[in-house]
């Protein structure tokens, strides 16, 4: 539930932003690149919250927590090694709270993601171009935070490993891309000794289940404007159900399908500003949160090898 | 071309890293614990005070069959027959059951409680259903195995084994039937030799006992608990260890005593500590009559309070008059009181100010949904240190008990003293008060935390000595981490900690004259 949240950052911010939600413009989980030397950082937020959840496969409310809510305040970049290969990195800043109930919220800085970004590929086929990426991702904790709070804890403080096929397709202004992503989870370590799943375990340990990612994203792209619609699939290789009224657990089996939209505006005047909003909503769960989230971030762009010519705006990938 | 080459390069680089670089198995702490190897093999705890039992031959056991009839020459084939093709999985459970019957035991009772300890959603109306314990696969599963319900099943279930074992080493002196390894040195022997005498088999005591206890205790997993049952008797056949009819006659005393304390559970009024809502309004009439504010349920909707009768129950070290003349702790501080407010204050300064060394001690005693227990958490700090103490299987027992007895009776003085006062949480009294836990769904005054813990460091304490400031230590970080958690006041810890080394100290007071010291 919260966990869902907190999840769906930790899945973000670790493994990629590959919520929609999430899906800022330059960011590991699309198939726009950052010029050579051209450095694109910007801050973000984000709101999300749920009133219903998944309790293993069943949908139901808590009276008890009512809405949770998870905001993030972070901060995104996206540095061009070449024009071909991008390095990205994201780091937030985490608030939890639950409107109802006696439960108190907590907040703090989450994980550190790092991402490399390459484009392996690009070719003409027929009246537009395809391209093809590879991207390699490590997150890792940058604090010592709670994760078996479940559904409030800010993050699962898991270190992930991630790598990910994607394909993009753009004719004129319209575009197509599409990627599967694996995400290792390391085990992670909790305050009690010993803790029950489906079987009672005796270790402060947690076997974390990996996770897999699909993303397909569609809609209209040129040097000034992006505005696609996104459909994303987390899904927990491996974990358990929350059983009937338990709380959640960081190694639940915590899947979700989102819908949501993507606006990214390169400002006229200023066009190494850049300007990115969304949001999604989950259409499908289980053993998380039915979040619906919206996020808004401004992204400005430095020409770090000194030239004057770098703008905010995109790359095009044909 | 090259790009492409170079892009699966990285690809598979990356992918076989994930893979390769990591195995995720985790160890439990106890899963490769040595085989009991007792120092001491208690020779005389045929001579040892039992609880319940007038006396160790009240059921009495059958002498043994020759060792050189044909039926036991025919179960010594048994044993070679196991041992001359041993499969992985078979030695493993020899490996696992050889660490000591009670203590394999215990964990397993340890296992069902978490499963069981969750709190039954609500019906559509607003009420909440009851678990039947004549109907225990229906939803709420029967038992709702919450702290008090948990204290209980660990008391009886480890007094039962305790009483059984003290007939069975009678028997043993008596009969002094030895081992199949000393009848016939060509039965290998896959576990440390003893020459205590096997007759009845105390594995087998223990496993009858636990058996014929959880029929009561956890009616529903009746068929992981039998599945355990065969694992464990198979195991000491497979070791070596015993005959077929050393474990026969163990298992079948070990019912027996433990169907005593079945009756003795039946009739120690838990079965109606749910109470009903004549009672839940009687409760907070009669709080308010007091001029106190009463205890109100925090949770929506509106959930009865936990078992409002369970001081009512039978206790195992003491009388009920003893309880309310000498235990029960004196009022709290009138919630009018500018004391009150004083410690409401403080919690509200714990709510609002965590810190990570704060959370981890929260956490790591909370203890609470889906867990053990708090005295769970006692068994399994008291096991871990018997597993070192090289303990006799009987010897396990008479401690366990000693300390699950305690818990039990803490149990029964701390849900007396809630009801008898029924004192408000302070999130109640102050909604600015969140907690750093969940908020136990009944009245504040003592912490029931408190008083388990300090019941247990007290007896273990005794038990083992040179752990004792250890367990002081940790008590006084449990009770601490409830403060911490915004869930009880000041005044809720220390006279919790008070009443916990009071009920203590009565099982110390049976442990010097059990005869075991």
């Known amino acids: ?318 | 071309m090259k790009k492409i080459i170079f892009f699966l390069v990285i690809l598979i680089a990356a992918t076989s890293l994930l893979f390769v670089a990591c195995n995720k198995n985790i160890e439990n702490r106890t899963d490769n614990t040595a085989a009991l190897n007792p120092a001491n093999i208690d020779l005389n705890a045929g001579t040892w005070k039992p609880v319940l039992l007038i006396g160790p031959t009240e059921f009495p056991v059958a002498a043994p069959i020759a060792t050189n009839s044909p039926d036991y020459i025919a179960q010594i084939n048994e044993i070679k027959t196991w041992q001359a093709d041993l499969t992985g999985a078979e030695q493993a459970s020899v490996k696992y059951w050889s660490a000591g019957a009670v203590f394999r035991w215990n964990e397993i009772l340890r296992e069902l409680v978490a499963k069981h300890n969750l709190p039954p959603y609500q019906n559509p109306d607003g009420t909440y259903p009851a678990p039947n314990a004549n109907n225990p696969l229906a939803y709420p599963q029967f038992p709702f195995a919450n702290p008090p319900y948990a204290a209980r099943a660990y008391a009886y279930f480890s007094a039962a084994q305790y009483d059984a074992l003290v007939a069975a080493w009678y028997y043993k002196m008596l009969y002094n039937r030895p081992a199949p390894y000393t009848v016939d040195a060509t039965v290998n022997v896959l576990i440390p030799k003893s020459t205590l005498p096997s007759y009845p088999s105390e594995d087998a005591v223990v496993e009858g006992a636990a058996v014929e206890m959880l029929k009561l205790l956890f009616p529903g997993d009746q068929d992981f608990i039998q599945q355990k049952a065969e694992e464990h008797k198979r195991a000491r056949i497979i070791a070596g260890a015993n005959v077929r009819s050393d474990i026969e006659a163990g298992e079948l005393l070990g019912k027996q005593v433990a169907q005593k304390f079945v009756t003795r559970a039946r009739g120690d009024r838990a079965g109606t500590a749910g109470g009903n809502q004549t009672v839940w309004t009687q409760l907070e009439t009669d709080c308010i009559a007091r001029g106190e504010v009463p205890w109100i349920s925090q949770e929506t909707p509106k959930r009865p309070p936990m078992l409002p009768l369970f001081g009512k129950v039978k206790t195992f070290l003491f009388d009920s008059l003893t309880m309310v003349t000498q235990i029960r702790p004196a009022a709290p501080p009138s919630t009018s009181s500018q004391q009150f407010k004083d410690e409401t204050n403080e919690v509200l300064y714990y709510s609002q100010n965590p810190t990570r060394e704060r959370m981890r001690i929260i956490q790591f005693w909370a203890d609470g949904v889906a867990t053990f227990t708090p005295p769970g958490h006692w068994n399994a700090i008291a096991a871990e240190d018997f597993l070192k103490q090289n303990f006799s299987e009987v010897r396990w027992a008479r401690n366990m008990a000693l300390l699950n007895m305690a818990e039990m009776d803490a149990a029964v003085v701390c849900w007396d003293a809630k009801f008898t006062y029924f004192n408000p949480r302070p999130s109640q009294v102050d909604p600015r008060i969140k907690t750093l836990t969940g908020l136990p769904n009944f009245p504040s005054y003592i912490s029931g935390h408190s008083i388990f813990s300090a019941a247990a460091a007290t007896i273990l304490g005794h038990i083992i000595p040179a752990r004792a400031t250890d367990y002081t230590n940790m008590a006084t970080e449990a009770e601490m981490s409830r403060l911490y958690g915004a869930i009880h006041y000041r005044s809720d810890i220390e006279k919790g900690f008070t009443a916990g080394v009071k009920v203590g100290n009565y099982a110390i007071q049976r442990a010097v004259t059990d005869g075991a010291e």
């Not at chain 1, 003409?124 to 904790?141: A, D, T």
């Not at chain 1, 639940?252 to 819908?259: D, E, L």
């Not at chain 1, 090898?305 to 995109?314: D, E, L």
Request: aromatic share 12%; with cysteine.
């Open chain 1, 1 to 318: 539930m919260k966990k869902i949240l907190r999840q769906n950052r930790l899945i973000l911010l670790l493994i990629l932003f590959l919520q929609g939600g999430y899906s800022f413009a330059q960011t590991d989980i699309d198939a726009i690149m950052m010029e050579k030397n051209a450095f694109c950082v910007g801050p973000m937020y984000s709101y999300s919250s749920w009133k219903n959840y998944w309790e293993g496969t069943l949908k139901r409310d808590n009276q008890n927590l009512g809405r949770v809510s998870t905001q993030m305040v972070g901060l995104m970049g996206n540095y061009g090694i070449t024009r071909n290969l991008n390095a990205l990195f994201s780091a937030p800043y985490v608030i939890t709270k639950a409107s109802a109930g006696t439960l108190h919220g907590l907040k703090g800085i989450q994980d550190l993601s790092l991402f490399l970004k390459l484009r392996a590929l690009q070719k003409k086929i027929g009246y537009g171009r395809l391209s093809l990426f590879g991207i390699g991702g490590v997150s890792f904790p940058l604090s010592n935070y709670v994760a078996d709070y479940l559904p409030l804890s800010i993050g699962l403080h898991s270190k992930t490993a991630s790598a990910r096929i994607m394909v993009d397709y753009q004719r004129g202004n319209l575009f197509v891309t599409g990627s599967a992503t694996y995400v290792y989870r390391d085990n992670i370590k909790i305050d009690r000794d010993a803790y029950y799943t489906t079987e009672m375990h005796y270790t402060n340990e947690v076997r974390m289940p990996d996770g897999a990612n699909y993303n397909f994203r569609a809609g209209f792209r040129n040097q000034r404007m992006i505005a696609e619609v996104i459909l994303n699939n987390w899904t927990t290789l491996g974990g358990f159900d929350i059983t009937r009224n338990n709380m959640p657990f960081p190694s639940n089996k915590m899947n979700a399908t989102t819908v949501g939209i993507n606006l990214k505006y390169v400002l006229p005047p200023l066009p190494q500003l850049s300007i990115v909003a969304g949001g999604s909503t989950t259409v499908a769960g289980r053993n998380m949160g039915q979040a619906t989230d919206v996020y808004g971030s401004f992204f400005y762009v430095f020409n770090l090898a000194g030239k004057k010519k770098s703008t905010g705006k995109t790359t095009k990938t044909n």
